[in-house]
């Protein structure tokens, strides 16, 4: 069971908005910062966010991150099909002195 | 173009050893931290250690601390992760990823290889 708390799965039809959970504590999101990686099946995983917030360059503005307190969210604005896939979220663990991974979150495009 | 290119992984008993490595090309890659994330049959992503971009801090996951050694040659821009006393439950697809920065604590890996099969299994 990891540190970092995900929904197991989310869904949404093509267009609409989601949003991932990732909920922590004060000693991993609460004291550094939060990344979202999208994993594909068959590919190697993806960074979507980083520092909370911010996209490498060639992610579409689409995906938008955030964090308040121990939590944070990943959105996924105009929903793609090819958008299905296994999104989690990373910190660093300060109580591990490592990185941690959320469980993930299965995105189904309906 | 940035490659990172993982070998070493294969079929190896309980019990035994494995050296993966990681050759890295298209950019400095003295300039950036370097981690292991494996993934499971059927389960999640998993950080399992990480080096600073010079090499003198490492960092390692509680299930492969003292099991694992992860290590650096910068002047062969390759990337190693010596694997000893293996068990059933490390069997995994390993990826070698690239920080974006020197800094390990962030755990923004920007750049992944592709992966290497370890299999463990008697």
């Known amino acids: 069971q990891s540190v970092l708390t995900q929904p197991p799965s989310a869904s949404g039809t093509p267009g609409q908005r989601v949003t991932i959970s990732c909920s922590g504590s004060?000693?991993?999101?609460?004291?550094?910062?939060v990344n979202w990686y999208q994993h594909l099946p068959g590919t190697a995983p993806k960074l979507l966010i980083y520092?909370?917030?911010q996209r490498p360059s060639g992610v579409p503005d689409r995906f938008s991150g955030s964090k308040s307190g121990t939590s944070a969210s990943l959105a996924i604005s105009g929903l793609l099909a090819e958008d299905e896939g296994d999104y989690y979220c990373?910190?660093?663990?300060?109580?591990?002195?490592?990185?941690?991974f959320g469980g993930g979150t299965k995105l189904t495009v309906l | 173009e940035v490659q990172l290119l993982e070998s070493g992984g294969g079929l190896v008993q309980p019990g035994g050893s494995l050296r993966l490595s990681c050759v890295a090309s298209?950019?400095?890659?003295?300039?950036?931290?370097m981690g292991w994330v494996r993934q499971a049959p059927g389960k999640g992503l998993e950080w399992i250690s990480g080096?600073?971009?010079?090499?003198?801090?490492?960092y390692s996951a509680d299930s492969v601390k003292g099991r694992f050694t992860i290590s650096r040659h910068n002047s062969k821009n390759t990337l190693y992760l010596q694997m000893n006393s293996l068990r059933g439950d490390d069997t995994a697809i390993y990826y070698c990823?690239?920080?974006?920065?020197?800094?390990?604590?962030?755990?923004?890996?920007?750049?992944w290889g592709q992966g290497t099969l370890v299999f463990v299994s008697s």
């Open positions: 990823a690239r920080g974006m920065g020197p800094l390990v604590y962030q755990v923004n890996f920007d750049q």
């Open positions: 298209g950019f400095s890659f003295s300039d950036h931290a």
């Open positions: 080096i600073r971009e010079t090499g003198r801090s490492t």
């Open positions: 004060t000693s991993n999101i609460g004291s550094n910062t």
């Open positions: 520092s909370n917030n």
């Open positions: 990373a910190a660093w663990e300060d109580s591990l002195n490592g990185g941690v």
